[in-house]
């Protein structure tokens, strides 16, 4: 028995971990097609026509909707005794690499923007100690470590206003990473000493400039309680928001600074880019294929038979092949 099946578009990625050969878990297989996902190795799932993906078809043309591995666990399973007599063929026409928009229905929030209208009026920004607190971002390296290592004075300023704040953290960000010696090695050792959290190293052991800024902003406050009442400048947990030992997150500094909510990112282009050693920067994007897949099932001509009345009963017009796109049965031959 042979069933022809054409198919338009069909996606030939997948944007959840997990499989579909287990139940479930309680809150869903998650979804890992964010830009953020994307960029950690194998979240950029390809995928390709399958053995299961045939039989998972062929229960859809009988009308079983259950899940694969709910069928085959059922004692009611119409294909136990044929799934090894059931070979593939697949013809792709073509298989184009598209933009495509993947809408996530979880509503991850935006790594970098904000709602609502900043609150430049916040103590943290208008109290007796916020010129000398947020003056440590204005330091360069070598004033940063004679302020760490030799409790200096900061007389550097900066705006008090949450944006200026926020880009100065941005611009700190993208200083490349420094040899561990030297005064750098000095400061390094007193913010490891004095915060359990602090890191501070990339995996080449040099140490990180964010890190150092946003543990001095740490260590800045503390010695800034001596004289002052710092209270207001902390959250709940007892840090400063949005910024940690290691670096900072936009979206949670400007959450406590603004009068909205975080900004709730509902779909992204599906895109992933890396660099490959001799290739260069490749960019990858939602695989989509059209052709035709030929199934053979080895049956004598009386289950063929019985079969081809089953899906002719079920009357399914259309489909999706994998994950989305268009097809259909376009011929059944026996």
Request: charged letters at 25%; a positive charge.
């Amino acid at each position: 028995m042979k069933i022809e099946i054409k198919y338009e578009s069909s996606w030939r990625n997948s944007f959840l971990d997990g499989s579909n050969d287990e139940p479930l878990p309680k809150t869903g297989r998650k979804f890992i097609g964010s830009m953020t996902s994307l960029k950690k190795e194998g979240n950029y799932i390809p995928r390709s026509i399958s053995h299961n993906t045939v039989m998972g078809l062929l229960n859809r043309l009988i009308g079983d909707q259950r899940k694969l591995y709910q069928s085959r666990q059922s004692d009611i399973y119409y294909f136990k005794e044929l799934e090894s007599l059931v070979t593939f063929e697949d013809k792709p026409i073509y298989v184009n690499q598209e933009m495509t928009y993947v809408r996530n229905i979880s509503g991850s929030e935006d790594q970098n923007s904000y709602t609502g209208m900043i609150q430049v009026d916040d103590p943290i920004f208008t109290s007796d100690y916020s010129k000398q607190l947020w003056g440590v971002l204005q330091l360069d390296l070598n004033e940063l470590c004679e302020f760490i290592l030799e409790n200096k004075k900061v007389f550097k300023t900066i705006a008090h206003n949450p944006l200026v704040i926020i880009a100065r953290l941005d611009e700190l960000f993208k200083l490349k990473s420094i040899p561990n010696e030297a005064n750098i090695n000095e400061a390094f050792n007193y913010l490891r000493s004095n915060f359990e959290k602090f890191n501070g190293l990339n995996r080449k052991e040099e140490v990180l400039p964010i890190s150092l800024y946003c543990s001095a902003l740490y260590l800045q406050l503390e010695r800034l309680s001596d004289d002052f009442v710092v209270s207001s400048a902390k959250t709940k947990a007892g840090g400063l928001s949005g910024i940690s030992n290691n670096g900072f997150t936009k979206k949670d500094f400007m959450s406590r600074y603004t009068s909205g909510d975080k900004k709730k990112i509902w779909g992204n282009p599906y895109i992933r880019k890396e660099k490959i050693k001799g290739i260069g920067e490749v960019t990858s994007l939602m695989s989509k294929a059209g052709g035709t897949l030929n199934i053979n099932i080895n049956v004598d001509r009386s289950t063929a038979k019985s079969l081809l009345e089953v899906i002719e009963n079920a009357g399914v017009s259309s489909f999706y092949l994998g994950k989305k796109g268009l097809a259909y049965v376009s011929n059944i031959r026996i």
